[in-house]
Nanobody, 114 residues
């Protein structure tokens, strides 16, 4: 099983980034997928979740700025991040879950700074 994130980097406040997560080794379409972030010195914070087919959820701090999407044909998860703020600085992780099975990616760093 592998979850490989990409697309992180450094951006100025107000900028945009698109994160990607490539999944392999499990039936991607059957899993709920999430983005979770961890800022320096803080605990993990759930960002967004998309069910295997249907509902999408966002944490309040990112509502209206971030958009999660998935492509089950390509086994890909995405996070479009717009209007980025310094407080969005964190390592962003891709997370897959189906019942008791859950998997994490290695994370990708996002830094928002002028």
């Amino acid at each position: 099983v592998q979850l490989v994130e990409s697309g992180g980097g450094m951006v100025q406040p107000g900028g945009s980034l698109r994160l990607s997560c490539a999944a392999s080794g499990f039936t991607f379409s059957n899993y709920g997928m999430s983005w979770v972030r961890q800022a320096p010195g803080k605990g993990p914070e759930w960002v967004s979740h998309v069910m295997s087919a249907g509902p999408i959820y966002y944490a309040e701090p990112v509502k209206g700025r971030f958009t999660i999407s998935r492509d089950n044909a390509k086994n890909m998860l995405y996070l479009q991040m717009n209007s980025l703020k310094p407080e969005d600085t964190a390592v962003y992780y891709c997370y897959a879950r189906q019942y008791a099975n859950n998997y994490w990616g290695q994370g990708t760093q996002v830094t928002v700074s002028s």
